[in-house]
């Protein structure tokens, strides 16, 4: 397989250097083992063995270079996702946030209404107190006023029919 390149794509003048360093390098690296098999077997390559490399070293490229373009894809999709996980990540934090406010404020209210509920059973337990204490003075006012209307019923036996004295006259 024989690379060719089109001139038009100012992309492919990228490729092909890096094209040209692929080749570069893989002859280089021939050239050496070469030089060292030289000295050693004396190992000659025909042109059409290069060749065939060369069309091997190729196709392994482009597959590199499909595979590293999945991966900047991959990438880029991957780092998309992050931000929209980012992105949700913060809108949850906020929306904690904002419960553990309401949270605050109802803790707040529990703790009104508690002290507003033991304030109720304060004043009902006074109020039972006091309710105690009316009937105990009502009782003895009624002693009172029973004593006073036996009272005034012995001193008006006792008084002469005669006496005007506490009617006005002296």
């Known amino acids: 397989m024989v690379a060719t ?3 038009s794509d100012p992309s492919s003048s990228k490729e092909e250097e890096s ?6 390098l893989a002859l280089m690296a021939m050239e050496e083992d070469a030089s060292e098999d030289e000295s050693d077997n004396e190992v000659q390559f025909s042109f059409d063995e ?3 490399a060369y069309e091997k070293l190729y196709v392994e490229y482009e597959n590199v270079c499909l595979k590293n373009k999945s991966l900047k894809k991959n990438a880029m999709s991957m780092s998309k996702e ?4 980012k992105s949700e990540n913060s809108k949850y934090i906020s929306e904690i946030e904002s419960l553990k406010n309401k949270n605050s404020f109802y803790l707040n209210e529990i703790e009104v209404l508690n002290v507003s509920s033991k304030l109720s ?3 009902m337990e006074e109020n039972e107190k006091l309710k105690i204490e009316i009937d105990a003075l009502k009782k003895s006012f009624s002693t009172f006023s029973n004593s006073s209307a036996k009272l ?4 008006g036996l006792q008084m002469c029919v005669f006496d005007k004295a506490g009617l006005g006259y002296e």
């Open 5 to 7: 390149w089109d001139d």
């Open 19 to 24: 094209d040209e360093e692929v080749v570069n």
């Open 121 to 123: 059973n304060d004043f």
């Open 50 to 52: 290069l060749q065939n």
């Open 152 to 155: 005034d019923n012995l001193l």
């Open 82 to 85: 992050i931000e929209n996980l």
